[in-house]
């Protein structure tokens, strides 16, 4: 059983810094690739990070490349999403996600389990 718990979230000031954390209560964590996505209000989910299930292989979205870092502690059955010098426009609840699968993906139908989501206000 995959139980996603995220935490983290909150309000910041433009140019900030947080990172959110992802908990799984399961005990399969480490055999799965995991991913970080975003819904703003009134958009539709988006993908922000993955990374597969050794920490090895990771991927980005565009809009947070250079300034978002996915990260895994497959001891800890946590992952993490670093995310710098933050903007206005990245104001959304973020959601954690497990794929029972190694390999990392970028489009939220190839994911198995969602968490309940943390919210995240960048403010001006």
């Known amino acids: 059983q995959v139980q996603l718990v995220e935490s983290g979230g909150g309000l910041v000031q433009a140019g900030g810094s947080l990172r959110l954390s992802c908990a799984d209560a399961?005990?399969?964590?480490?055999?799965?690739?995991m991913g970080w996505f975003r819904q703003a209000p009134g958009k539709e989910r988006e993908f922000v990070a993955t990374i597969n299930w050794s920490g090895g292989s990771t991927y980005y979205a565009d809009s947070v490349k250079g300034r978002f870092t996915i990260s895994r502690d497959n001891a800890k059955n946590t992952v993490y999403l670093r995310m710098n010098s933050l903007k206005p426009e990245d104001t959304a609840v973020y959601y954690c996600?497990?794929?029972?699968?190694?390999?990392?993906?970028?489009?939220?139908?190839?994911?198995?389990?969602w968490g309940q989501g943390t919210q995240v206000t960048v403010s001006s």
């Open positions: 399961g005990r399969a964590f480490s055999s799965y690739a």
């Open positions: 996600a497990a794929r029972t699968v190694w390999e990392i993906a970028a489009v939220a139908y190839e994911y198995d389990y």
